[in-house]
């Protein structure tokens, strides 16, 4: 597996990129469309073995026939790629070219259709998440500010109000009734004397 795998990337791919390279560098036309022809292949192939590997590799030397179908692919003296493409790939793409740029031209037209989609509902979504996230942090924010303001105000006017805690109520009170009783109960004896 390991073999397969290493002599596919060297042989499958790095050495006709290396020498689709040349070609390009050379602006050799006839080089130009020989590995064009291999990648189209290769593209099929690699799309080919994703399936049989999943239902073909139990068959016995499944691995070692992948690599020779490479090396015949790539093979100068078979030229299995332009073979293949000038018998199969080429007859066939010309007859459904129509229908597969139509297919391509809905699918990229759905896509966007879709993006455009999700990407409205995602902004709907975190707009909607940012104003309760708002709306709570405000909510908070406004008790602890009430919370606040209440005490600073009973302190602020010094007397017994309604909006002041009971407890403060109680120990203002009960500070000031004494003073009131002593001076009352005087005040009571003076009065008293007087009458």
Sequence with gaps: ???????????????????????????????????????????LFTTAETFTDIFLCWFPFYY????????????????GSSLLYRKFVHPTLSSKEKEIDDCLVQAKDRSYDALVHFGKRGLNVAATAAVMA??????????????????DLS????????????????RTSSKQSQPKTSRSASEGTGSSGKC
């Design 1 to 43: 597996l390991f073999v397969c795998f290493f002599s596919r990337l060297i042989f499958g791919t790095l050495y006709p990129a290396y020498y689709s390279y040349k070609a390009v560098k050379s602006k050799d036309i006839k080089e130009y469309v020989k590995w064009m022809m291999y990648w189209i292949i290769f593209a």
């Design 64 to 79: 070692e026939l992948k690599i020779a179908f490479v090396a015949w692919l790539l093979s100068p003296y078979t030229k």
């Design 134 to 151: 708002a709306s709570k942090g405000q909510g908070a924010l406004s008790e602890r500010l009430r919370s606040f303001s209440m005490q």
């Design 155 to 170: 302190t602020i006017r010094g007397d017994s109000s309604s909006t002041v805690p009971p407890s403060v109520t109680v």
